[in-house]
Antibody
């Protein structure tokens, strides 16, 4: 069974860079069939898709975050990373690592437990 | 972006009830609609994919229907474990977008 585990700082200063890592176990980011990426949820709000990466290296980003966002994969470590630059309080959220199936409705079938990141000075 | 609107935003129901949650898309999304269940402090879990397909392990009292812009999640014989927030998601067009969620609580 695939498991995803997020890690990274829980507090980031405004204007700095938010960096998170997702360790994947029980599955491989080097194989096709799934996208590996991120979804966030601001306190008391709905879910927001951030983006994902395919095993080929192709990345897909939310247009609203694209100018500040990099999602990358490290196949040797079987992990996916997120870097979001120039953060503001609006980036405060629980960040979920997520696996999305490639297919008709591309459901996100596996989620990490989530990590709360607060942007504050 | 395609806007997804769920109704109601909040819903109270009793054990054994039949519950219906609606999700409306701002444009057609054919059948590219998924439903997730989320409990407080937990990650969402996939419940139904492609409008009506029950995810492996999900209880059969959950069902989904719809096409185009209007979709429904139905829960038959509401159980204690069903009190949660439900999110719809469209994946017809990028970026994938979610509804604002429907919180189902005890009546």
């Amino acid at each position: 069974q695939v498991q995803l585990q997020e890690s990274g700082p829980g507090l980031v200063r405004p204007s700095e860079t938010l960096s998170l890592t997702c360790m994947v176990s029980g599955g491989s980011i080097s194989l096709g069939g799934y996208y590996w990426g991120w979804v966030r949820q601001s306190p008391g709000k709905g879910l927001e898709w951030i983006g994902y990466i395919y095993y080929s290296g192709e990345v897909f980003y939310s247009p609203s975050l694209k100018s500040r966002l990099i999602i990358s994969g490290d196949k040797s470590k079987n992990q996916v990373s997120l870097r979001l630059t120039s953060v503001t309080a609006a980036d405060t959220a629980v960040y979920f690592c997520a696996r999305t199936e490639v297919g008709a409705s591309s459901p996100t079938d596996t989620w990490g437990q989530g990590i709360l990141v607060t942007v504050s000075s | 972006d395609i806007q997804m609107t769920q109704s109601p935003s909040s819903l109270s129901a009793s054990l054994g009830d039949r519950v219906t949650i609606t999700c409306r898309a701002s444009q057609t999304i054919r059948t590219y609609l998924n439903w997730y269940q989320q409990k407080p402090g937990k990650a969402p879990e996939l419940l139904i994919y492609e409008t009506s397909h029950l995810q492996s392990g999900a209880p059969s009292r959950f069902s989904g229907s719809g096409f185009g812009t209007d979709f429904t999640l139905t829960i038959n014989n509401l159980q204690p474990d069903d009190y949660a927030t439900y999110h719809c998601q469209q994946t017809y067009a990028s970026p994938p977008t979610f509804g604002q969620g429907t919180r189902l609580h005890v009546k």
